[in-house]
């Protein structure tokens, strides 16, 4: 097999090991003579999947019963509009305006109730994270919305908004499990799984059990968290090998000594590729440097057609996936949990030759 290094922003890669455990129980589960793909999830075998990939994330993420863990379909893009419709109370709700995601989530809820726009970085193009000012908060607002990681951008929150008794609610989707992030700070948290989690078509919610309430009229009851809570997300059928994958990461990241030890990972990886950056005479990170994200690593050369050449040759050189979001050009490396210190080292040598050549 050629070997190569994933910088996909998502769908991403995903831990070897766990690849290499789906591989071997993929035609006889665990003596069971069937794939899990081929299981009823009404039977026990998913049950129990189930049940153990929802006790793991809670270990992981030291989430408290006052929350509920929901494992969901329709991407974060479903959440946009999940959220407003099973919080809306008062009928407005903050937003912090961080980019191409939150742009999109701000013009879902719109529908369903009041958004307010509170901070935004849309004045230099969504290059670093604005300071929310406590003075600017509704209080009487349903919650207050930030995306805790900017996949597109580079950017992220390195401290969290303070929002009082409103719920605080993330869009973690590209920044879910690659620190320790305090679950108790938010009301709700959600994630599309293809990014730090694992494959596509599983979306997680953690949502305080106290803000499922009133909806707004005529929510379909597959857009109801508290149909899902009820049913442990068995409403229907959900994306039963998906959970089965989401499982076998969190317990390899359990096995790797849990978040605190992915954190220290994920700053040692992402602080490499950006301590080469800002000591480059061609390569330059974009975003403001307190605000760089340690998932999403977003870069330029000086002429676009240095940029194509670096894509073209890099790709040959087994460096897949580099190429930035159309939003904003250039070059983008995302360091996920899954993405070893091998890869980001074999990057950089690439990096420094490519800068010798031009
Ligand atoms: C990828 C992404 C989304 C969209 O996710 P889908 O699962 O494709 O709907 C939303 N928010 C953030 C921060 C993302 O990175």
Redesign the pocket.
Known sequence: MESIYNFSA?PAVLPREVLLQVQEELLDYQGSGMSVMEMSHRGVIINEIRDRAEASLRQLMNISADYEVLFLQG????QFAMIPMNLVRNGTADYVNTGV?STKAMAEANQYLTVREVASSADQHFSYVPTVDPEQLNPEADYLHI?T???IHGTVFSSLPKSGEVPLVG?M??DILSKDYPVSEFGLIYA?A??NIGP?GL?LVIVRKDLLGPLWPGTPLMMQYAVHAKKKSMHNTPPTFAIYLAGLVFDWLLEMGGLAEMERRNREKAALLYDFLDASSAFRGSVRVEDRSLMNVVFRLPETAQEQRFLAESAAAGLKTLKGHRSVGGMRASLYNAMPLAGVKALISFMKEFERTL
Request: aromatic share 6%.
């Open positions: 998502g991407g974060a893009t479903t995601w995306t990681n900017n996949t869009d989707s590209s599309g293809q990014k596509a979306t």
